[in-house]
């Protein structure tokens, strides 16, 4: 059975960093895809932060997340990393990550629903 778990989250001040963890166990981060997604109050859609392909070593980062946040995995590949640097208000959300898309590769990225295995997410809360 493949479970998610993230962890990280917390409450900082603006210009802070976090970083993010996800351990997977039934699951390796090998050839898939995989992404953190994040999800702020009020919202029902899940915004995709970033994602990688190691495919074809391609990474997608938000446009407001660009330059300051980092998607990684461990060399055991059980492990998935969100460096989150120089944090803003704005990015106050509850962090998921997830694996096993339905598809992946291409121009486009797989949404939150086309991944079948997420955790159950970490709050980060950003104070200005």
């Known amino acids: 059975q493949v479970q998610l778990v993230e962890s990280g989250g917390g409450s900082v001040q603006a210009g802070e960093s976090l970083t993010l963890s996800c351990v997977a166990s039934?699951?390796?981060?090998?050839?898939?895809?995989m992404a953190w997604f994040r999800q702020t109050p009020g919202n029902e859609e899940r915004e995709l932060v970033a994602?990688?392909?190691?495919?074809?070593?391609?990474?997608y980062y938000a446009d407001s997340v660009k330059g300051r946040f980092t998607i990684s995995r461990d060399s055991g590949q059980t492990k998935l990393f969100l460096q989150m640097n120089t944090l803003k208000p704005e990015d106050t959300a509850m962090y998921y990550c997830?694996?096993?898309?339905?598809?992946?590769?291409?121009?486009?990225?797989?949404?939150?629903?086309?991944?079948?295995?997420y955790g159950q997410g970490t709050q980060v809360t950003v104070s200005s």
């Open positions: 994602a990688f392909y190691p495919g074809d070593g391609s990474t």
């Open positions: 997830t694996a096993d898309p339905d598809w992946c590769g291409g121009a486009e990225w797989p949404s939150f629903h086309e991944y079948n295995y």
């Open positions: 039934g699951y390796t981060f090998a050839y898939a895809c």
